[in-house]
Nanobody, 124 residues
Framework: QVQLVESGGGLVQAGGSLRLSCAAS????????VGWFRQAPGKEREFVAA????????NYADSVKGRFTISRDNAKNTVYLQMNSLLPEDTAVYYC?????????????????WGQGTQVTVSS
């Protein structure tokens, strides 16, 4: 099993920045791709970004390209999501997810492990 814990959420003004962290524990050797998803009130959960831990390749949703950066520190078993130029529409609960597969998936079904989420609120 793999456990994922998100941190770093909070309240920020539009135009500001936040960095989210996703710390993995347990059988971390079994996971390669870590992704971030988000769910705004009344909306479905949507893909944000993903990274392949072994090679560093990345994938982003169009809505965050150029503003968000996903990175990893394998020694710490942690994946980060640096969020810049935040917009009110970025307000959501952000979840990290992990899979043993190698595809930089953008659908929930491709991920086996999920964290509990961290709230990000962007005020206008």
């Amino acid at each position: 099993q793999v456990q994922l814990v998100e941190s770093g959420g909070g309240l920020v003004q539009a135009g500001g920045s936040l960095r989210l962290s996703c710390a993995a524990s347990g059988r971390t050797y079994s996971i390669d791709v870590v992704g971030w998803f988000r769910q705004a009130p009344g909306k479905e959960r949507e893909f944000v970004a993903a990274i392949r831990r072994s090679v560093g390749s990345t994938n982003y949703a169009d809505s965050v390209k150029g503003r968000f950066t996903i990175s990893r520190d394998n020694a710490k078993n942690t994946v980060y999501l640096q969020m810049n130029s935040l917009l009110p529409e970025d307000t959501a609960v952000y979840y990290c997810a992990a899979t043993g597969g190698s595809r930089l998936g953008n659908t929930e079904a491709q991920y086996e492990y999920w964290g509990q989420g961290t709230q990000v609120t962007v005020s206008s």
